[in-house]
């Protein structure tokens, strides 16, 4: 009994430490891809959100691009999709991907906000082809 006890104990921490790991790394990686669109992006405020390490969201909030066309945007889209597959950093393996430009205001008693949203192609695509 107190034998299956301490496997149980040991597995569950054995998990729970590879969970964290996972969860750090996609931490780190966030820090680095903030530094790398802030770069290419400058004076922007820009948002990022990965949820369980599979989806990727990042937001242009009130930005000078919220009012760029289309093609504009979906070149956006496309550009980032390239800077995570080309980066040197280890990063998740995103299942999904989206470039959200946001228009949001708040006033006294209400708010409102407008939002665009594009994929991100992170493997090679027609969509991007030529684009990036």
């Known amino acids: 009994m107190k034998n299956s ?6 597995l569950l921490l054995s998990t729970s430490l590879f969970s964290c790991s996972d969860a750090v790394r996609d931490f780190k990686y966030m820090g680095k891809l ?11 405020k820009i948002e990022l959100n ?7 969201s ?11 066309s289309d093609s504009i945007k ?9 800077l995570i597959e080309n980066s040197s ?9 989206e470039v959200i430009f946001t228009n949001k ?3 006294v008693i209400a ?4 939002s665009e949203t594009f994929a991100i192609c992170f493997h090679d695509c027609a969509e991007c082809e030529g684009i990036k």
Request: aromatic letters at 10%; glycine letters at 4%; charged letters at 20%.
């Open 58 to 68: 990042v937001s242009f909030v009130n930005t000078s691009y919220n009012d760029s």
């Open 89 to 97: 950093e280890e990063h998740p393996n995103f299942e999904s991907g």
């Open 5 to 10: 006890f301490i496997l149980i104990l040991s």
């Open 34 to 44: 903030r530094e790398a669109l802030d770069k290419k992006y400058p004076n922007q």
């Open 74 to 82: 979906r070149k956006i889209a496309c550009q980032i999709g390239a």
């Open 50 to 56: 990965i949820t369980n390490g599979k989806a990727l």
């Open 111 to 114: 708010s409102s906000s407008k």
């Open 105 to 107: 205001h708040n006033y």
